[in-house]
Nanobody
Framework: QVELVESGGDSVQAGGSLTLSCAASGVSGSRYCMGWFRQAPEKELEGVALIDAHSNTRYADSVKGRFTISKDKANNTLYLRMNSLNVEDSAMYSC??????????????????WGQGTQVTVSS
């Protein structure tokens, strides 16, 4: 069974940086696409970044050049490095995973496993 546990959310000032982590269990030895999504109050869920089984990455236009997704296969941990944070980045960030060796996309329906989320708050 896949379990995803996020950490690293915090309150920071605009222009600051944070690194989110997602500890994944039940994924070792398998091909998985893993990603980060976020949802702000009264807004729709937004796909932020993903890394597929071949380490190809995709980013939302709103975070390109500022966020970097990476994974540590040895520790089954997914990361999201966020630089130059702005108020619009404030949201609950959730880690997601799907067992697939093929391409995957930043759509909620592409992921079957979800973590509980970690809150990021950016103040001006």
């Amino acid at each position: 069974q896949v379990e995803l546990v996020e950490s690293g959310g915090d309150s920071v000032q605009a222009g600051g940086s944070l690194t989110l982590s997602c500890a994944a269990s039940g994924v070792s030895g398998s091909r998985y696409c893993m990603g980060w999504f976020r949802q702000a109050p009264e807004k729709e869920l937004e796909g932020v970044a993903l890394i597929d089984a071949h380490s190809n990455t995709r980013y939302a236009d709103s975070v390109k050049g500022r966020f970097t997704i990476s994974k540590d296969k040895a520790n089954n941990t997914l990361y999201l490095r966020m630089n130059s944070l702005n108020v619009e980045d404030s949201a609950m960030y959730s880690c997601a995973a799907e067992a697939t060796g093929g391409p995957c996309y930043l759509f909620r329906s592409d992921f079957g496993f979800w973590g509980q989320g970690t809150q990021v708050t950016v103040s001006s």
